[in-house]
């Protein structure tokens, strides 16, 4: 059973259809990267895994369970982690801690004390007074100390300074793998994740525009620096995106081993660029076509 | 500069004018139910209505602008633009000026109107049929138009004292309560020291001088019911001088402090790992079931404030403890009526306390997606958070009340027990209304002006109904309770489904 199925999930808001048809599966241990620009859906889908927003369509499993039909049942098993979350400023870290734990049925006491010292948080200050990345790291605690099986994070680490972002995301994921669970991590900065994830995802204007596994992107998408005249010859639809370089012109193609043979059967060279997973996702969600200037042969299929 | 200033005044206006006119209409249809219907009592009626509804709804406006802008997260764009903050905080207070005068504007102007098309146009003419003429300091006892300018200057006294006291509370609750605590104070102060004095001739002259510039003291010169002595200092001109700058003073604190406050104070989470060792030893054990867990986070929501109340209650009735044995005075019914007005101010105010927390910038976030059962924990906010208030608030009085006549010695205790009962009911479910007014208001509305405006019209409009219904019908009390359950039932309905399928207008 996979921890997250789903299949062909829409929804609207008035006449702003956010999410149209999105469809993907999340195996159970393994970190998902789920990708997307600001205003992607990303936060609207996560809604409706925790049961927060009702689909307008499709269907949508977590742990076995419809969000909702189960919300609460779900949510015991789930840990979540918003983006900018606050909490009841005028509560002390340890009361927040013993106020949400009767909620959950299998709340560890132990492991929150455990986390609050490797996190450092003084259980005797009131959550106004926290730093920000303090406020991030109680989040955690409270999201991670009941032994989720999905821990959901949408985008944590928002607020946090580079450095502190990069520590955070490495020990997290890392720990949350070393624990076995499954891992929804929602971003827009795809170096951070890029370390750890399994599987990416990338969400644009409402579909899946390309789920695999990080080695599999990382060797399918390259960039071609070529001749410009030279561009046309290369498939449209595989293009991602096309930028001038000098004489020549930088094509991001999918199909990368496809286009550069060929490329090489027609006899023209190109520079092969490797690109990391942030120039891809760039690529995939603000990609501009090349204009050709100069006409050019045509391309014998290989 | 001209420019940003035109912004600021656009955006303080567009969020006041929605206020001007839910104002004005409350005004109006108050006013029209009061006086009956008839056009002869509309004036009389509107002196009423503005009178008890605009100076409580000035506190309101107090509390938006001495601390929405914190509560919302905006100060900081405030601070950070090219703009110094007094002129910021001046168009704050100018708009919310504008907006008390110009709701009992467009009641006036409206009630003339009619006037004006039914062919009977009073002129300035004052109806004294529904109160009493005020004092005659002024000189505008028998002027309509200086009547509805001192139930003006009543609630701009009232905004100006709030907002002055409550400026850069971290919500809308806190300035409300500094302001309400300021202004209880000084009104105590006023009324307990001629009392420690004994009203001594030398001294109370001066004092009442002081109480026409306290917060509302405009309304009557401080001295309901009693003609001043001719001093030298107590003529129309320095009276009004000394008025005036005392609010002027109120004001230019109000414009001095505003925005003078760092974002997010200085965090007293980041200390050393070597201080951290020592307190994360022990960490007490967990709630023992939700429900404890729920209960005690509203218990300590909603009794401070309810405390406040209660406290409130009994230093009024201390205050009040020599007139009753002077006039000879009904205890219970004073208890009672100290009761009800302090309860109505803290029930309003608990009602919208009641959910603030709850949805604070980024927290329902946090709440909802835990698994915390939406049904019981709206129970538990809204019945624990009433029972808690009402409990509170209504201690003091039963025991001033029952032991009175032990207490105040030679106070009569004469109210036949039916009334003092219908009196004690009237109260209770006026407090459980208001509370499910503000409570419904504010999971709806989601800022505390707006639920208060909603609040006090919705109450306002439904207790003027029964109240007009319940003397035709048999069996008063019952018929009080049979009329007053199902708008409560609705309010509470209405509250839930807005509270678990998070409808509100500000998300």
């Not at chain 1, 895994?49 to 949508?60: E, H, N, Q, T, V």
């Not at chain 2, 459980?432 to 709806?444: K, P, R, W």
Request: proline share 6%; net charge positive; hydrophobic share 50%.
């Amino acid at each position: 059973m996979s921890a997250i199925e789903v299949h062909a999930v829409t929804k609207s808001f008035r006449k702003s259809r956010v999410l149209d048809g999105v469809s993907f599966r999340v195996e159970p241990g393994k970190t998902f990267a789920f990708l997307g620009r600001n205003g992607a859906g990303k936060t609207t889908l996560i809604k409706m895994l925790l049961g927060l927003l009702k689909r307008d369509d499709g269907s949508l499993k977590v742990l076995g369970l419809d969000p909702e039909v189960a919300p609460y049942e779900l949510r015991d098993r789930v840990g979540y982690l918003a983006e900018d979350q606050t909490m009841y400023g005028w509560m002390r870290v340890d009361e927040i801690v013993r106020f949400i734990a009767p909620f959950y049925s299998r709340w560890d006491h132990d492991l929150a004390l455990k986390y609050l010292r490797e996190f450092e948080l003084p259980l005797a200050t009131k959550i106004k007074h926290l730093s920000k990345g303090q406020n991030v790291r109680l989040g955690l605690v409270l999201a991670l100390a009941h032994r989720p099986e999905l821990v959901i994070l949408d985008d944590p680490a928002l607020g946090l300074d580079p450095i502190m972002r990069k520590q955070f995301n490495r020990d997290l994921v890392t720990h949350l793998q070393g624990a076995g669970a499954t891992v929804f991590y929602s971003s827009h900065l795809l170096y951070e994740v890029e370390p750890v994830a399994d599987e990416v995802a990338i969400l644009h204007r409402g579909r899946i525009v390309r789920q695999a596994h990080p080695e599999t992107l990382r060797a399918d998408v390259k960039q071609l620096v070529i001749e410009a005249r030279m561009a046309p010859l290369v498939p449209r639809d595989l293009i991602l995106d096309a930028r001038p370089d000098g004489a020549d012109v930088a094509l991001t193609v999918t199909s990368a081993p496809r286009v550069i043979g060929m490329l090489a059967a027609e006899g023209i060279t190109s520079r092969v660029v490797d690109l990391n997973l942030d120039d891809i996702f760039e690529a995939y969600v603000s990609g501009r076509q090349f204009e050709p200037t100069t006409p050019t042969p045509e391309l014998a299929p290989v | 500069m001209f420019a940003i200033a035109r912004s600021l005044v656009w955006k303080e206006w567009r969020e006041q004018r929605w206020k001007t006119i839910a104002l004005a209409g409350i005004l109006f249809l108050a006013t029209a139910i009061v006086g009956g219907g008839e056009l002869a009592h509309l004036r009389g009626a509107l002196q009423w209505t503005g009178l008890t509804t605009l100076p409580f709804v000035s506190l309101f406006i107090a509390m938006s602008i001495a601390a929405s802008e914190r509560s919302g997260n905006t100060l900081g764009v405030l601070q950070s633009l090219p703009f110094p903050l007094w002129c910021m905080a001046t168009i704050k207070l100018l708009i919310a000026v504008i907006t008390l005068a110009a709701s009992l504007f467009i009641a006036a102007a409206t009630i003339v109107g009619f006037e004006l098309f039914a062919g009977s146009f009073l002129g300035d003419q004052l109806d004294h049929r529904l109160l009493a003429p005020t004092s005659s300091i002024w000189g505008v006892q028998d002027s309509w138009t200086g009547s509805m300018l001192l139930v003006l200057g009543c609630a701009l006294s009232m905004l100006l004292w709030c907002a002055a006291a409550g400026v850069n509370q971290s919500d809308e609750i806190r300035a409300g309560a500094v302001g309400f605590l300021s202004i209880a104070g000084i009104w105590a102060l006023l009324i307990l020291v001629p009392m420690a004095f004994d009203y001594d001739p030398h001294l109370v002259p001066g004092w009442r001088w002081l109480a026409v510039a306290a917060p509302g003291g405009v309304l009557n010169g401080g001295a309901p019911g009693q003609s001043l002595p001719k001093n030298w200092w107590q003529t129309y001109d320095l009276r009004l001088t000394w008025v005036v700058t005392v609010h002027l003073g109120l004001a230019i604190v109000y414009v001095w402090r505003f925005g003078r406050v760092s974002i997010k104070g200085r965090s007293q989470g980041d200390v050393t790992a070597a201080n951290l060792s020592t307190k994360l030893d022990w960490l007490p054990p967990p709630r023992r079931s939700p429900l404890k867990s729920m209960l005690w986070k509203q218990c300590r929501e909603s009794f401070p404030l309810a405390a406040l109340g209660a406290g409130l209650i009994v230093i009024f009735v201390l205050i009040a403890f020599r007139e009753i044995r002077n006039l000879n005075a009904d205890v219970k019914l004073l208890v009672i009526q100290l009761w009800s007005f302090v309860s109505v101010f803290i029930c309003l105010v608990a009602g919208v306390g009641a959910f603030m927390e709850d949805y604070q910038p980024g927290v329902p976030a946090f709440w909802r997606s835990r698994p915390i059962p939406l049904r019981r924990y709206f129970t538990v906010k809204y019945l624990g958070g009433l029972t808690i208030t009402l409990v509170t608030l209504s201690i003091a009085p039963l025991v001033l009340g029952g032991m009175g006549t032990y207490l105040f010695g030679t106070a009569r205790d004469a109210a036949p027990v039916q009334q003092t009962y219908s009196m004690i009911l009237s109260v209770v479910l006026m407090q459980i209304g208001i509370y499910t007014a503000a409570s419904a208001s504010f999971v709806l509305s989601r800022r505390p002006l707006p639920t208060a405006l909603l609040a006090i019209g919705s109450v306002w409009l439904i207790s003027l109904a029964i109240g007009e219904l319940v003397p035709s019908l048999p069996k008063a009390e019952s018929s009080l309770i049979f009329l007053s359950v199902p708008p409560i039932l609705a309010g509470i309905s209405l509250a839930y489904h807005a509270f678990r399928n998070d409808w509100g207008w500000r998300k």
